[in-house]
């Protein structure tokens, strides 16, 4: 294997690849820091190019860009409590307090720090622990899946407010927003008009629910601080923090790649998972929510350790995990291989070829995202007073420009003031988000689950892996519940 | 604020459970082998959600769980501005969110990104420097519709006001 690997190493390290790559993580950084703009609108608009370059830079062109736009998604997050993609919204919860502090530089640093790391040992496992991964992921079921995922909802809702049922609540809404539009069965529910059959879509109720209660703050409460610009100040990551970190560095990074490895979770409810443990075992959990930097640390290892760890089903078992994968089968498909199994008999060097690629693109997302963060940071200069209505301007057009219809745009506009209600009621907007997203598949997992066992509830702890979340989900209710408890008595 | 929060949110639930799936969600007259009904989910999500309502307003009756249910002060979030002028500009920027989504019919989406945007920078209060805000108002639609036209093919509506015009 190892010989194998070298003749990789030959073969990747020419200029020509490295320019591909750069290019990609630059353009996947620029495109994910543009809020509306996502990762998979990058390598959908990238996907035609490849059609006329060899298989191996095709394939590191695309993983390039999605690796780019995860982390650049963590820069609108943090500059302009923004996420550019959905992976980040964990991030504007520490990332966005430290910019106001005037510590923007700071946040940032720690953001790349942590997304290289989780990236480079996401690239290890995917080299190393592939295999044994996929099939383990091919050992959950519908009701392993449903358990995962109300693991992953109680962490959120336990980590993101002061209240854990207020984190209930505010993941309730988003379970029920979800149910919006057609059911796996073909059911219409909630249509009160033609175009919500068809849903909401994730990228309007991610950026209005984030996006503009913060113009509306601005607008409502007029507080003398939005009218100046932010400090740059503080930029650098001391030595203490990031020795404080580096365990919830490494703990996201691996969350990050067992999340990533198994299809559909992905990386925002990876990001998640993560922050919450991060902040049950840190001596500042205090701090966290109020710009510690152990948050960012562990929400940007793990949403960029699933970039790796999502190509594991995909060339394992050649299930891609999400929509991106799902391009990227198709990229796999135009130069002539065929994800699965038979890949690594087929195609074994290419296949080595693209591990190698994707341990240089790690580096090469350092380079980059050094590069553009100096640009990036002037963006804090600006007086919010100024911001908020260009980011309302930026938000309408990319949000338009995904489906071309008006629809989108009035999803936007009402999340934006369901948000601000939110706000003014002290529910946060985390849990919604996440349950948002996972409710589909959380409903979905339930329904099927229910329909094999003929209606019997038990199937839900049947297997020692629905016994494990089942308990871990438990465990971190007790934990949450104790600590407030505690607070509440101060 | 407790009490108002659990009040609302045990409402919301409700109506949503009472109301809203009686008439928007349909049950099918046949559902086949053992499949859950399409109700089932979004019924059992309602109620939990009013029974954390009750229990959020059951919290804020006693001062000693209070706390729990209620971590945030309400009267830090609105500072010492009247409720009434709170409410006046969360009623304009409404307002101008409805217009804009109005506007975009007739005067195109360019034109009504426009204004919207001339609306919001005078209701945040950058209005003062108006050269500043009259540029930004005018090149960033600009600017974004011909990227967005040019390099996405974006098809924005031009408005039928301004195709009657004739532009």
Known sequence: ?490 | MGIARGVMVTALFGIVLLVMIPLYVPRPSFIPGFAPPPDMWPRAVSLLGMVLGLLLLALSLSKKTQAIADPEDAATIRGNTPLAVLLVRFGWSVLAFALFVGAVSLLGFLLASILLLVAMLVLTGYWRRKRVTLIVAVALPLLLYLFFSSALNTRFPTGSLLRALGV
């Open chain 1, 1 to 490: 294997m190892l010989n194998d690997l070298l003749i990789a190493f030959q073969a990747v390290a020419t200029i020509e690849n490295f320019l591909i790559m750069a290019a990609g993580i630059w353009g996947g950084v620029i495109i994910g820091a543009i809020p509306g703009m996502t990762g998979t609108m990058a390598v959908t608009l990238a996907l035609p190019f490849t059609f006329y370059m060899q298989p191996i830079p095709s394939i590191l062109l695309l993983v390039a860009l999605y690796k780019g736009s995860t982390y650049g998604g963590s820069v609108s997050a943090i500059l302009i409590k923004t996420p550019g993609t959905a992976s980040a919204a964990c991030t504007t919860l520490d990332g966005y307090p430290l910019a106001r502090q005037g510590k923007a530089g700071k946040a940032l640093n720690m953001a790349l720090y942590s997304s290289c790391t989780g990236d480079f040992i996401s690239n290890i496992s995917l080299i190393f622990i592939a295999a044994p991964l996929a099939l383990l992921a091919l050992r959950i079921g519908p009701p392993e899946y449903f358990m995962l995922m109300v693991f992953a909802l109680t962490t959120v809702a336990g980590v993101s407010g002061r209240s854990l049922l207020l984190g209930l609540v505010s993941a309730c809404l988003g379970l029920l927003l979800a149910t919006v539009g057609e059911d796996m069965y073909g059911s219409f529910r909630f249509d009160l008009t033609v175009d919500m059959q068809g849903g909401l879509a994730v990228a309007p109720v991610l950026i209005g629910l984030f996006a503009i209660p913060e113009l509306l703050k601005i607008v409502v409460f007029r507080n003398t601080e939005t009218q100046q610009a932010m400090q740059l100040g503080d930029n650098k990551v001391t030595r203490a923090e990031l020795r404080r970190s580096i365990k919830s560095m490494l703990k996201g990074s691996m969350i990050g790649v067992v999340m990533g490895a198994i299809p559909g979770i992905g990386p925002s409810a990876a990001a998640f998972s993560s922050y919450g443990e991060a902040q049950r075992t840190s001596k500042q959990r205090d701090n966290f929510g109020k710009g510690e930097v152990e948050g960012i640390a562990a929400s940007e290892s793990a949403n960029n350790g699933c970039c790796g760890s999502t190509m594991i089903p995909l060339l394992a078992l050649g299930v891609p995990g999400d929509v991106i994968t799902g391009v990227m089968l198709g990229a796999f498909m135009i130069h002539g291989m065929t994800p699965g199994p038979m890949l690594f008999e087929t195609n074994l060097n290419e296949v080595y070829m693209l591990f190698i690629g994707m341990l240089f693109s790690s580096v090469l997302l350092f380079g980059a995202g050094k590069a553009t963060m100096r640009f990036f940071s002037h963006i804090s200069r600006i007086p919010p007073g100024l911001m908020a209505p260009i980011v309302l301007v930026l938000c309408l057009f990319g949000i338009f420009s995904i489906s071309n219809s008006m629809y989108d745009v009035i999803v936007l506009l009402a999340m934006g003031v369901f948000g601000f209600f939110m706000f003014l009621l002290a529910i946060p907007a985390a849990p919604f988000l996440i349950a948002f997203i996972l409710g589909p598949m959380l409903e979905e997992n339930l329904r099927r689950a229910l329909a094999i066992s003929r209606g019997d509830p038990s199937i839900l702890v049947s297997s020692p892996i629905t016994w494990l979340f089942a308990s871990l989900a438990v465990f971190v209710v007790v934990i949450t519940i104790r600590q407030q408890l505690k607070k509440a008595k101060a």
